[in-house]
Each structure stands twice: as C-alpha cells, then as structure tokens.
C-alpha cells in the first residue's frame, strides 16, 4: 500500500511523496550518503568542470569556446565540430585541437572529488560529456566512465571500409606537428574518437544507461546546462525509473542561481511546494565538491594540489 501510494504520489502528483532529506541543502545531501542508504551515485558532468584547469566551456557569453573562433572564419560555430564540416576541412578543428589536446591541463578538485567516491566505493559511474579526458587522469578507469561525447584517447580513419585504429601518441605527434593527419592504410582522414554532430553516440552509452540508472540513489550533475541530447534525457529516464524506487536523490551544483528559471533544470523541482529530493547548490562545482566532502568528515587539504589527489 505505501509502494503504491508513493508511486501515485509521483506520477500523478497526488499527495506528498515520501520524504528522502531532511533538508534540501548540501547538508541534507551529505546526511542521506551518511546514512548508508546511498550506494550507487551517478556523477553527470560537462564542460563547465574543467574550466577552472583551464579550459573554456562552450557557451559562456565571450569566454566559452562558441565565442572565441572568429580566427577560424567558420561559417557558425558550431561547424568546427560538424562532421560534414570537418570532412571539407579539417584544419580548423585540428588547430583548435592543439590548443586544448589532453595533457596540457592538470584535473580539478571535481575530477579528484569523483575518484574518492570511487575509492570509497560509491561511485557506479560518471557520465561524462567531455572530451579532454581529465576523468582518467584523475584516476578513473575506462569501466568508471561514459565518455558521451567521446575522447581523444584513440583516433580512427573516417572511411568506412577502412576504420583503422590510430593511439593517443599517433594522434598527438600528428596534431603538434601541424599535420592533417591521414590514415596510412587508405589516405582518409583520421579524426580522433570524439562525437561530433552528425554522429552517433557510442553504443556503450545506451547500453550502460540501462543498467546504471535504475540503480543510482544519488544523482549528481555539475558543470552541465542539459542543452545538447542526449546526454540531457538522462535526467528524464533517472526519474522515470525513480517511479519505481522512490528513494532517489539529485543535486546540482551550477555557479549560476538562474539555472533553473531558465529551464535548464532537467524537469528538477527545486524550490516549489512539492519539492522534496531535488538539491541545487548555487556555487563553483570545485566549492560545492570541497563543501560536500567536508560535510561528510572526509578531511580536505587543498594545500597540496595533490600527490594523488586533493582528499585524504
């Protein structure tokens, strides 16, 4: 009877549903992964993770990546990243490539946050839409991660009857040297493993959602504003597999208090009547990692960036 209740309490939004935090604050958050009943979190993240390494976001008015490419004379921005794009003319986005290819940046203290709830063996698994791999330098393994959007980490010939497999160390000899690389089996060009439009996302990605997200208990998204699909719709299948098990939790962590008005929430409810389990915590995703890490007694040192990483 109560299963029942709560599930029409949240599909139907019929009564109260049944209370997971004893306040929708970070407080509330670390309390409920204190009390044990949170086992399987989901980290999703994007661009806006890495910045303070270094690396520009995508959108952010005249300092996000759209907004500094007029040196590329792209027909719109976006273009750098479009496949057809690319197969015309590939230089701008290998030029861009070297300015941002993996290895020039340091993680942040979000990266690191993410491999402790690894090492204290909470994490199921980070759903990643970045490209600068970060995540695995941090410490997270390739069975830790989704990397949505792709990665530098290997590099493929475009041509269909050939595909062949190019390393991290082919593709970075190729971009630092100012070469357009090209296959050298079919003379085709060789494109590093990232999702561009026009593509698909990896398969792996559809596959692991599956079994991932009726699972998760805790749904953490930071440095994303749920702009681009379908990384996105995986908000909408947490709760629609939340319909069944009630007991689930989500925080954003956004540096802009306007995220939600916007419409940039996922379909998270945090701050009507019937709010009960959605968290925004307005602040840098580094500060809201430290903060969360503090609150949960795990001693912080951010005096050393790290020997391994910035949480002992």
């Known amino acids: 009877v109560d299963f029942l209740r709560n599930l029409f309490s949240s599909t139907l939004g019929l009564g109260s549903p049944e ?11 670390a309390q409920y992964i204190k009390s044990g009943k949170c086992k399987n979190i989901i980290c999703m993240v994007g661009a806006g993770i890495s910045t303070s390494a270094g690396i520009p976001d995508f959108r952010s008015p005249g300092t996000g990546l759209y907004a500094n490419l007029q040196k590329y004379n792209l027909p719109y921005p976006e273009a750098i990243f479009q496949i057809d794009y690319f197969k015309r003319h590939p230089e701008p986005f290998f030029a861009l490539a070297k300015e941002l290819y993996p290895g020039q940046f340091k993680p942040t203290v979000c990266h690191y946050f993410m491999k402790l709830l690894k090492d204290k063996g909470l994490l199921r698994r980070c759903y990643s839409q970045n490209i ?10 390739g069975e830790d991660l989704i990397e949505a959007h792709g990665t530098f980490y290997t ?14 160390d082919w593709m970075k000899e190729k971009i630092f040297s100012d070469d357009i690389p090209r296959c050298d089996k079919c003379s085709s060009l060789v494109k590093p493993d990232i999702v561009f439009f026009g ?19 805790l749904l953490i998204i930071m440095g994303t504003s749920l702009q681009v699909q379908p990384f996105a719709g995986l908000v909408g299948r947490y709760w629609t597999c939340s319909a069944y098990t009630l007991s689930r939790v989500t925080i954003t962590v956004c540096a802009d208090p306007l995220f939600g008005m916007l419409g940039f929430g996922g379909g998270m409810d945090f701050d009507s009547d019937k709010a009960y389990r959605d968290v925004a915590h307005i602040s840098t995703c580094d500060d809201g990692c430290m903060a969360l890490a503090d609150l949960l007694g795990w001693k912080v040192s951010s005096s050393s960036p790290l020997n391994k990483y910035y949480f002992k």
């Open 19 to 29: 209370k997971i935090l004893d306040e929708l604050t970070l407080e509330g958050v």
């Open 199 to 217: 593509e698909n996302l990896p398969i792996r990605f559809f596959t692991s959602m599956k079994m991932d997200f009726p699972r998760c208990d």
């Open 155 to 168: 590099s493929h010939c475009v041509s269909f009857c050939c595909r062949k497999e190019y390393n991290l």
């Open 132 to 141: 600068d791999t970060l995540e695995r330098v941090a410490g997270l393994q």
